[in-house]
C-alpha cells in the first residue's frame, strides 16, 4: 500500500513539473523581455556608423596622408617592394581608419590586376608579442590549418614559404605597434626577412600615438628599417563637426540632430585633445540619451550630459593603454593632487592647488614603487613619460620662472585626481 502511495507521489509531482514548464513558457511567450523595443520607434538608421571601429568609405581631412600612404604602396603594383611605413598622431586622428582604407583599396587593385597582396592587420594591445604577430599572420595567409603549439621558428617560416611561393608582397599593419613587448627582436626578425626571400616581400605599416618610440629601438634595428613616415595631427573644432555632420546623415535618422549640437560635440572633443573618437561618441550617447527619453531631437542639453558619462570611459581607455610604470607615474601625480598639494603662484603669494613640482611628484612615484616591490624607472624615463602623459592630455607642464627654486617643471592634472585613480585600480584589477 505504501508503494501505491510513492508511485502516485511520484506521478502527481511529474505532472506538477510539466504543467509548472509549460505554464511558465506561455507567460515568457506572451510577455518577452525585449516586446517593447521590437514596437519602439528608434531614431537611429546605423548604429554601427558611430562605434568606434567604423570605417567610412571618405575619409574627411585626411586626404594628403592617405595620398602620401598610396604613394608608399603603389609600388606593390609594379611588383616592388615597398618601404616600411610608420603614421603617427594621438589617438582618434585617423592613422586607423586611413590604413585599413588604403589597404582595402590596394587589395582590390591588385585583384584587378591578377597580381598577389596579402595583409594581415593586429592590434598590438592584444598581439603584444613576435610569436604572437606571427601567429596571427600565419592565420591569414593559411585559414583552414591550425598551427596552435608550433615553436616561433616554425611559424615564421612559414610566413616565408607562403610569401615566397606565391611572389606575394605582404604588409603586416601593427596598429599600436609600441605595445609588443619584444618590439626589437620583432621589427629586427620581419625587416631582414626580405634578405631570404627569392620572390615577393614582406613590409610593415605601423601604427603609433608615440612619435619618438623608435628612439627604444636598437641602433641595428632602426638601421635596417628603411621607412617612411606621416604625421596625423589633431582635427581642429571646425573639421570634427564636419565629421560628426557626415557619421550623423549615416547612422541618425534626418534633422534628428540639432547643427549647435554637433557644434557642441565637436568643440567639446577638440578642447579635450582633438580626437575624432570622442566627438563621435559625445554624438552616439547624446542619441542614446535622447532615445531613452523619446525625445524627437538631440540638442546640446544631452551632449552635456553625455559628456559627463563618457568622462570616465575616455579616462580608463587611455589610462588602461599606458605601460604599468607610467600608470604608476601618472597615479602618483593623482594622489598628490588628491592631497591638495600645490606651490605657490608665480605671481603672488598665494598655493595653487593640484599644481605640482616635477621633483615631489617623482619621490612620490619611488616611494609608491618601493611599497609595491616593483623596480623604478630612471630620471629619463620619467622625463619622458611626462611628456607622454602631456601628449595624451592627461596632464599639463610648464617650466617655472622666478620665484622658484631654480628651473623645474611644474605638472597640473588635467582630469578628476578620483576618476584617474578609479581607472588605475580597474586596469590592475584586469591585469590581475
Known amino acids: 500500500m505504501l508503494i501505491m502511495l510513492n508511485m502516485h507521489n511520484i506521478h502527481y509531482r511529474q505532472l506538477f513539473i510539466q504543467y509548472s514548464l509549460v505554464n511558465l513558457s506561455e507567460t515568457m511567450s506572451s510577455e518577452n523581455l525585449f516586446t517593447e523595443h521590437l514596437n519602439k520607434e528608434t531614431i537611429f538608421l546605423n548604429r554601427n556608423a558611430l562605434l568606434p571601429h567604423y570605417t567610412p568609405e571618405h575619409l574627411l581631412f585626411r586626404e594628403k596622408q592617405m595620398e602620401n600612404l598610396v604613394d608608399s604602396l603603389a609600388v606593390i603594383l609594379r611588383n616592388e617592394k615597398p618601404s616600411n611605413i610608420f603614421l603617427y598622431g594621438k589617438t582618434g586622428t585617423g592613422k586607423t581608419a586611413a590604413s585599413k582604407l588604403v589597404v582595402e583599396h590596394l587589395l582590390q587593385a591588385m585583384k584587378s590586376k591578377q597580381g598577389n597582396f596579402a595583409s594581415a592587420y593586429m592590434n598590438c594591445r592584444t598581439y603584444n608579442s613576435k610569436y604572437k604577430v606571427l601567429s596571427k599572420a600565419v592565420k591569414e595567409l593559411f585559414p583552414k590549418e591550425n598551427f596552435l603549439g608550433y615553436s616561433a621558428t616554425f611559424v615564421f617560416e612559414k610566413v616565408m614559404e607562403y610569401v615566397n611561393e606565391t611572389?606575394?608582397?605582404?604588409?603586416?599593419?601593427?596598429?599600436?605597434?609600441?605595445?609588443?613587448?619584444?618590439?626589437d627582436e620583432c621589427v629586427y626578425s620581419l625587416t631582414r626577412a626580405n634578405d631570404d626571400l627569392k620572390n615577393g616581400s614582406i613590409s610593415i605599416l605601423g601604427i603609433s600615438n608615440k612619435l619618438n618610440f623608435k628612439d627604444k629601438l636598437d641602433p641595428r634595428t632602426k638601421s635596417s628599417l628603411c621607412e617612411r613616415e606621416l604625421i596625423f595631427p589633431p582635427y581642429n573644432a571646425e573639421e570634427l563637426t564636419e565629421i560628426l555632420r557626415q557619421r550623423a546623415e549615416i547612422a541618425l535618422k534626418?534633422?534628428?540632430?540639432?547643427?549647435?549640437?554637433?557644434?557642441?560635440?565637436?568643440?567639446?572633443?577638440?578642447?579635450?585633445?582633438?580626437?575624432?573618437?570622442?566627438?563621435?561618441?559625445?554624438?552616439?550617447?547624446?542619441?542614446?540619451?535622447?532615445?531613452?527619453?523619446?525625445?524627437?531631437?538631440?540638442?546640446?542639453?544631452?551632449?552635456?550630459?553625455?559628456?559627463?558619462?563618457?568622462?570616465?570611459?575616455?579616462?580608463?581607455?587611455?589610462?588602461?593603454?599606458?605601460?604599468?610604470?607610467?600608470?604608476?607615474?601618472?597615479?602618483?601625480?593623482?594622489?598628490?593632487?588628491?592631497?591638495?598639494?600645490?606651490?605657490?603662484?608665480?605671481?603672488?603669494?598665494?598655493?595653487?592647488?593640484?599644481?605640482?613640482?616635477?621633483?615631489?611628484?617623482?619621490?612620490?612615484?619611488?616611494?609608491?614603487?618601493?611599497?609595491?616591490?616593483?623596480?623604478?624607472?630612471?630620471?629619463?624615463?620619467?622625463?619622458?613619460?611626462?611628456?607622454?602623459?602631456?601628449?595624451?592630455?592627461?596632464?599639463?607642464?610648464?617650466?617655472?620662472?622666478?620665484?622658484?627654486?631654480?628651473?623645474?617643471?611644474?605638472?597640473?592634472?588635467?582630469?578628476?585626481?578620483?576618476?584617474?585613480?578609479?581607472?588605475c585600480a580597474q586596469t590592475a584589477d584586469l591585469t590581475n
Open 167 to 183: 611572389k606575394s608582397h605582404l604588409v603586416l599593419v601593427l596598429d599600436e605597434i609600441d605595445m609588443i613587448k619584444d618590439l
Open 254 to 423: 534626418n534633422k534628428i540632430v540639432e547643427d549647435s549640437a554637433l557644434r557642441l560635440a565637436a568643440a567639446l572633443a577638440a578642447k579635450e585633445s582633438g580626437d575624432a573618437r570622442t566627438a563621435v561618441l559625445f554624438l552616439l550617447k547624446g542619441a542614446e540619451l535622447a532615445e531613452k527619453k523619446g525625445l524627437t531631437k538631440i540638442t546640446d542639453k544631452e551632449i552635456e550630459l553625455a559628456k559627463k558619462s563618457v568622462e570616465e570611459e575616455i579616462a580608463f581607455e587611455m589610462i588602461s593603454c599606458l605601460p604599468e610604470q607610467q600608470q604608476r607615474v601618472l597615479k602618483s601625480i593623482a594622489v598628490l593632487a588628491g592631497e591638495k598639494k600645490g606651490v605657490q603662484s608665480l605671481h603672488g603669494s598665494s598655493r595653487e592647488e593640484a599644481v605640482l613640482l616635477s621633483g615631489e611628484v617623482f619621490e612620490k612615484y619611488q616611494s609608491m614603487a618601493k611599497e609595491e616591490k616593483v623596480s623604478i624607472i630612471s630620471g629619463r624615463w620619467y622625463r619622458e613619460y611626462l611628456n607622454e602623459l602631456e601628449m595624451y592630455g592627461l596632464i599639463s607642464t610648464i617650466m617655472s620662472g622666478k620665484g622658484q627654486r631654480g628651473q623645474t617643471k611644474l605638472i597640473k592634472v588635467l582630469l578628476d585626481s578620483k576618476k584617474i585613480l578609479k581607472a
